[in-house]
């Protein structure tokens, strides 16, 4: 049997400016809070949420945002 390995978003913090634009795309998995610092709500990739993860991971203007395969 071959197990499914498990994705889940990475931000390199690093890199990240807080800037939103991941929230605008999907806002169940990024928040800002009112000091505008990125928190990731849900870091695991799921069937529903990839695409728009994806698109997050595309838009983000610094290339802060990953998918790590675990």
Not at 16 to 44: K, Q, T, Y
């Amino acid at each position: 049997m071959v197990q499914k390995t498990a994705r889940k978003i990475h931000v390199d913090f690093g890199l990240c400016e807080s800037n939103g634009v991941c929230m605008g795309v999907i806002p169940e998995v990024f928040d800002l809070d009112e000091e505008d610092c990125l928190h990731v709500l849900c870091d695991e990739v799921t069937p529903e949420n990839e695409a728009r993860v994806r698109e997050a991971v595309r838009q983000c203007p610094r290339q802060a945002i990953s998918i790590d395969e675990e």
